[in-house]
């Protein structure tokens, strides 16, 4: 896997006497998909936001594509090119009149070449099954599609890697399994993905990786198996095996199951 984004010993305070990120090292790829897991508090919003360069870290390296980073206008435009996050809240982030505008707002104001934005433009909102909803007002649309249009908003950047706050929250059956399957989609095209969630069977199910922040600190990095099977860190950080984790360890199934198709015949 490419390496897409290196943080050595990153801290970021709010408050003097309130770290919100202490110590932080780790390095995100391309074509990975990883879970950020955490009660509220404990880092992970901070943490999106040093990725993409909204704050600063006080303390430490970060280096995009093995180049380190450093305050000029230079680093920040590649930090918000290569690196887009996607708002729990669709409405935070819709500004346009119409979805075209919506999606053309991000590498518009990049003063990218017009054939450029149109076709980064024409490619988020087809991969995002947007092409009957041009010209449609975003703020009308539904929870779901508002969603892909959010999506599609970081998409037209052109990211080599995304961010994702709770991406499921407010969403129906239906258009949480739309949106499994474009993630899904997003990571088989190479780039590598983030999801900041509190969903723990979700994390289980979807993720190749799993981060855990606890008091500011990374305190887990490593595969789901190996995260939820530590009960001593799950305690210490508020979190609870996923049910179907659960149910593979009570009947002995091995390989543990990912989802429910996964029982049938044991």
């Not at 999106?48 to 303390?59: A, E, H, R, T």
């Not at 009149?97 to 990218?112: D, K, Y």
């Not at 890697?161 to 129906?172: G, H, R, T, V, Y």
């Amino acid at each position: 896997m490419e390496e897409i984004l290196r943080f050595e010993k990153i801290d970021f305070s709010y408050e003097k006497d309130r770290r919100a990120l202490k110590n932080v090292s780790v390095t995100l790829y391309g074509s990975q998909k990883v879970a950020v897991l955490g009660n509220n508090g404990a880092g992970k919003s901070t943490f999106f936001l040093c990725c993409n360069g909204i704050v600063k870290p006080q303390s430490g390296r970060m280096y995009l594509n093995n180049n380190e980073m450093g305050s000029s206008k230079k680093d920040n435009i590649s930090l918000r090119q290569n690196v887009g996050i996607v708002f729990q809240d669709p409405d935070s982030q819709i500004i346009a009149g119409t979805v075209e505008a919506e999606v053309s707002f991000g590498p518009m104001n990049l003063r990218l070449p017009e054939a450029t934005v149109r076709c980064q433009v024409d490619d988020a909102i087809e991969k995002m099954r947007l092409e009957d909803m041009r010209t449609r007002a975003p703020h009308y649309l539904s929870g779901g599609e508002k969603k892909r249009v959010s999506i599609a908003d970081v998409l037209a950047m052109n990211p080599r890697l995304l961010l994702f706050d709770e991406p499921a929250a407010s969403l129906d059956p239906e258009n949480t399994l739309l949106l499994e399957k474009n993630l899904n989609m997003l990571t088989e095209k190479g780039l590598g993905l983030v999801i900041a969630t509190h969903d723990v069977d979700f994390a289980w199910r979807w993720a190749d990786r799993i981060l855990v922040f606890h008091g500011g600190e990374l305190v887990a990095d490593a595969e789901p198996e190996t995260v939820f099977s530590d009960e001593e860190l799950l305690k210490k950080c508020g979190l609870v095996q996923p049910t179907l984790f659960q149910v593979g360890k009570i009947f002995h199934i091995d390989p543990l199951p990912k989802v429910i198709s996964d029982l049938k015949g044991r």
